[in-house]
């Protein structure tokens, strides 16, 4: 039998989609909440676990955590055996609770855990139980730069499902990273390690750690903005994610954007900053003409959508369509992914499927290469 820790953040992600950019404290998921954003981490489990639903015998698998949303709810939707071994003590579920759920499933003596959140789950359950239990990560917070998420929902599915088939994986430490909320509100990362968790080593399966010190090609930016300012078209609504490199690209317009946000360009100026996805969806709605996304890839981890810009929904991508991406990203870059596929996580994946393949990226001044782009499907990475 495979015993299965299973710890949800139920507000891991709140903020994301309502450009709150985290969930930390119950001040930022009570504002989220008024604003109408959607809980995501349950169901973002459940496609974690989906494969276990198919394969394993009753008999050969037990999950043991939490009653009610933060484990229960969901283990007894799929119709998988479950143990409570208590519940959360706030209303509200917080740290105090993901770190107490942890120290209880250990001593139910279980073989490893999987849990749903974001880096501040991860710091939690860090803190809690160190080295003592393997951890499988679930990607449902906003920001994510820790290295012991698998790459996808599907992704961390099939490092459980290997081991519900008593498969052997090596056992590796990895780094738990956090940021500081308020200062990446403000528009800057400052992300910090803080400790290690022990995780299953299935490398086609887990991102990398995110490189947010990574020294940057800036002579290349200029060049990629360049390039991308060429093709602007005057009637096109363009969605411009977070990241240096889309923030190089405004600062050449002459405009000041969000360099951690999402910000509406339209005839060369800003017209709408730091925007949520009902804002995208209410420009949208109003602009007569085309739409276009403009995305960079996340350093050491590859992720163009998933990561920091839930706020470009899977609704908003779709009206968008795949011939309006626009993927910009210097060499440098794509050179520190070592072959790894760019990566899709939009929270839909019949959408991520459709999205898979080969994209044109431009890396500089009239420079463009065709790279994969790739996401789970099954049991197989597709690109």
Do not use: C
């Amino acid at each position: 039998m495979l015993k299965l820790g299973i710890i949800i953040n139920p507000y891991a992600g709140i903020g994301g989609s309502v450009a709150l950019k985290g969930s930390d404290g119950i001040a930022t998921r009570s504002l989220a909440l008024a604003r109408g954003a959607p809980l995501r981490a349950a169901e973002r489990m459940a496609r974690a676990l989906a494969s276990l639903v198919a394969d394993a015998e009753p008999a050969a698998l037990k999950l043991v955590g939490f009653a009610g949303a933060m484990g229960g709810d969901t283990a007894r939707a799929l119709g998988l055996p479950f143990e409570s071994v208590g519940a959360p003590l706030a209303a509200l579920s917080d740290d105090a609770d993901t770190q107490r759920a942890a120290q209880l499933i250990v001593a139910a003596g279980v073989d490893v855990i999987v849990f749903a959140g974001g880096d501040g789950t991860a710091r939690n359950i860090a803190d809690a139980i160190g080295l003592t239990v393997p951890v499988v990560g679930v990607p449902a917070g906003v920001k994510i730069h820790s290295g012991v998420y698998a790459n996808t929902p599907e992704a961390a599915g099939q490092i459980l499902r290997r081991l519900a088939q008593q498969q052997w994986a090596p056992l590796v430490e990895r780094e738990v990273r956090d940021i500081d909320e308020q200062a990446f509100r403000a528009g800057f990362v400052r992300a910090k390690h803080y400790s290690e968790l022990l995780v299953p080593e299935e490398p086609q399966w887990l991102q990398e750690v995110k490189n947010a010190g990574a020294v940057v090609d800036e002579l290349m930016q200029l060049e990629v903005a360049a390039s991308v300012i060429e093709k602007l078209d005057e009637n096109t609504l363009y969605l411009v994610g977070p990241g240096s490199t889309t923030q190089v690209l405004l600062e050449q317009l002459g405009l000041t954007g969000t360099l951690l946000g999402v910000d509406l360009l339209r005839a060369g100026e800003l017209i709408n900053r730091d925007v949520s996805a009902d804002d995208i969806r209410h420009v949208m709605g109003e602009h007569d003409g085309p739409a276009s996304i403009i995305v960079t890839a996340i350093g050491g981890q590859g992720h163009i959508f998933g990561r920091g810009n839930q706020q470009l929904a899977a609704d908003i991508i779709r009206r968008v369509g795949r011939e309006g991406i626009m993927v910009i990203a210097t060499t440098e870059k794509l050179q520190a992914l070592n072959g790894r596929a760019l990566q899709l996580d939009t929270n839909d994946p019949q959408l991520d499927r459709q999205l898979a393949g080969f994209f044109p990226v431009i890396t500089g001044y009239q420079q463009q290469l065709l790279y994969p782009v790739g996401t789970v499907s099954g049991n197989e990475i597709t690109f």
